[in-house]
């Protein structure tokens, strides 16, 4: 099952982020799953907030599940990821 991490990302430390976002990825790995990262769409850290979020989109499509983690209701990014899961049938994967 490929499951697609979403979680605040903008204002925040790189290190921090970089940090829980690679937490995730690893509780996904350890329970078999593919993660995928989206500090990993391709694209540069200078490229711009909507470029990001049209990769991130694409990405979150092609899973089977999405890994929301943190404060993630404080983020418009992810809060605008889990509606479309949700919209379009993608299961939300659970911390353990």
């Not at 204002?11 to 995730?24: N, S």
């Not at 690893?26 to 993660?35: F, K, S, V, Y």
Request: with cysteine; hydrophobic share 40%; glycine share 8%.
């Amino acid at each position: 099952m490929k499951v697609y991490i979403s979680g605040p990302i903008t204002g925040l430390p790189r290190k921090e982020t970089e940090r829980a976002f690679g937490a995730a990825e690893a509780e996904i790995l350890a329970r078999g799953h593919e993660p995928v990262n989206p500090l990993r769409n391709g694209l540069p850290k200078s490229a711009t907030w909507h470029e990001h979020m049209r990769a991130d989109l694409r990405q979150l499509l092609d899973c089977d599940a999405i890994y929301m983690i943190g404060e993630w209701w404080y983020s418009s990014g992810a809060r605008l990821e889990w509606q479309l899961a949700r919209d379009v049938g993608i299961i939300e994967y659970k911390q353990q």
